[in-house]
RNA sequence: GGGGGAAUGUCCCGAGUGGCAAAGGGGGCGGACUGUAAAUCCGCUGGCUGCGGCCUUCGUAGGUUCGAGUCCUACUUCCCCCA
């Protein structure tokens, strides 16, 4: 089964292969030809344990537009079910449970997410999105394990790696986690039934639990079922894709502005730029050629075009120019835009006097006051530009700028303007 | 059922003669060098602080001790050997 020597005729499969986002396809022959003869309906689904997606999911989600624009129907599955028992693939534990309150605050919020991809409604090849709670949670216990437990063995479920590993390093799997594959499956026979979908896609670590939906969709129902994977992403350097400002890669504009998503693409290692703008944008594979090609400081042009790209993607045209512009002004002029993250403060703390450590805690440049000391004794914090290594040093109202700002940036990249109002 | 081991800084791996905020890595953050890149070198990496200190950490709960990550008891989870 060499991909590599695999030619797709189907436009979709066509665009996947170029662009990279291949890394397994159960049957891709097969696939293929189905996907040439007409509409299909695939899926991926999406647990609800936070309330904003990440950079992880969006190599799927971009593969779900393709699929459209491909002419097929793309179904987003909502976990709002299999999220009460929780996925235990690439976990060292059970995660805590979380309560139908939160699961649903988070589908809701996560929902937004996936309209800015794709198109809804109700023609043939509008996307679609479901929640697995709508049929899992009619199931009785004992109906359930007549009906579907009767077609898996444990012998076969040791195997996979999602248990195996758990095994394997010695921690425990409770018995509720290990039905998790059991309900994924059933959502795949699920959807086969409702939308007579046929291919489910995801992350290279979900192919044991997709394989399963596969299986399950031909014993019950001798419905021909594929599973394609994606490879982890991954940078050159070898670190798993998803750090920014403190953390991981969100979606929503509440969790990552605008600005800070479009810097965490501007980053982009060099060796990167080509496969994430075959990944993350829509350029046409020349265009992208010659961006990746461009050498030395110029492939800094590049990152910016991956950067304009993938946020007007998600935060549309005019968020991604004031992001853009607010980081030419910050990193190319030295001036300050509004459009910089702010963090506003009373004005009579500023006429009272603020010890510096506590302002950049929380205007979120240290997690805690002592690590602004530190990063202010290790000359990482700047007032108005100027070094500060006093984190006791009190901010007053003489630091404020005319319009009433005083900029605060912990290393090179974190700049926060502090507003007295 | 019997016997022997293991659990450490809430990111991970890991050392730890009864005096320990606890060695060393990795990761992360910051500095230098650059191109807002990589590689390299250096520093920091529990919280609060009036900088004199105070508080909270070694699977869980008790106990011994002036003092416990370290000793004792019970419990939880995992591994190995015997049945």
Redesign the pocket.
């Known amino acids: 089964m060499s991909l590599d020597a695999f030619k797709p005729k189907s436009e979709f499969l066509r665009v996947m292969q170029e662009r990279g986002y291949i890394h397994q396809i159960s049957d891709a022959e097969a696939l293929d030809r189905v996907l040439t003869g007409g509409v299909v309906t695939a899926y991926v689904g999406y647990d609800c344990t936070a309330n904003s997606l990440h950079i992880g999911h969006l190599i799927s989600i971009m593969m779900l537009r393709w699929f459209q624009r491909a002419g097929h129907r793309p179904v987003t599955l909502m976990g709002g079910g299999t999220t009460k028992v929780g996925d235990p693939t690439d976990k ?1 534990q059970q995660r805590p449970l979380l309560t139908d309150q939160v699961i649903n605050a988070n589908l809701a919020s996560i929902k937004g997410t996936f309209s800015r991809f794709l198109r809804f409604g109700e023609g043939p090849a509008d996307a679609v999105m479901v929640n697995n709670a709508d049929w899992l949670e009619k199931l009785g216990y004992v109906e359930f394990l007549r009906e579907f437990g009767v077609h898996f063995t444990i012998n076969r479920m040791l195997t996979f790696d999602s248990v195996k590993l758990r ?1 394997e ?4 799997l409770s018995f509720l986690e290990f039905n998790y594959m059991l309900m994924q499956a059933t959502d795949f026979l699920e959807l086969g039934r409702r939308y007579g979908c046929t291919l489910q896609m995801g992350g290279s670590d979900q192919w044991g639990n997709i394989i399963n939906g596969v299986e399950l969709n031909r014993r019950m129902d001798s419905r021909q079922a594929f599973a394609l994977t994606t490879p982890l992403l991954t940078t ?2 070898g ?1 798993k894709m998803g ?1 920014s ?2 953390g991981a890669v969100w979606l929503n504009a509440d969790r990552l502005s605008p600005y800070d998503y479009w ?1 965490m693409w ?6 990167d730029v080509g496969r994430f703008l075959k990944l993350f944008t829509e350029l046409p594979l020349d265009e992208i050629a010659r961006l990746a090609a461009l ?3 110029e ?2 042009e590049a ?2 075009v991956l950067a304009n790209e993938a946020t007007t993607m998600l935060h549309g045209a005019d968020a991604a120019r004031a992001a853009a512009e607010a ?2 002004a ?3 002029e030295g001036r300050l835009s509004d459009d910089l993250p702010t963090y506003e403060i009373p004005r009579r703390v500023f006429e009272a006097g603020v ?1 510096l ?2 302002v950049a ?1 929380e205007a979120g440049l ?6 602004a ?3 202010a ?6 007032v108005n530009d100027a070094p500060e290594t006093d ?2 040093r009190l901010l007053t109202a003489a630091d404020l700028s005319a319009d009433g700002v005083v900029k605060l ?6 700049i926060v303007l502090v507003r007295a109002i």
Do not use: C, M
């Not at 390093?169 to 425990?172: F, N, V």
């Not at 004794?377 to 700047?382: E, N």
């Not at 940036?409 to 974190?414: E, M, P, V």
């Open positions: 060292d095994l390093r010695e921690q425990p050159a350097s670190e750090k400002v403190g810097q501007r980053n982009t290692e060099d060796a050498g030395g400081a492939i800094n990152k910016k980081a030419r910050a990193f190319e010890a450590a506590a805690h240290a997690s805690s006051r002592s690590e000391r530190r990063l004794q290790g000359g990482g914090l700047r984190g006791q940036a912990a290393g090179r990249k974190k």
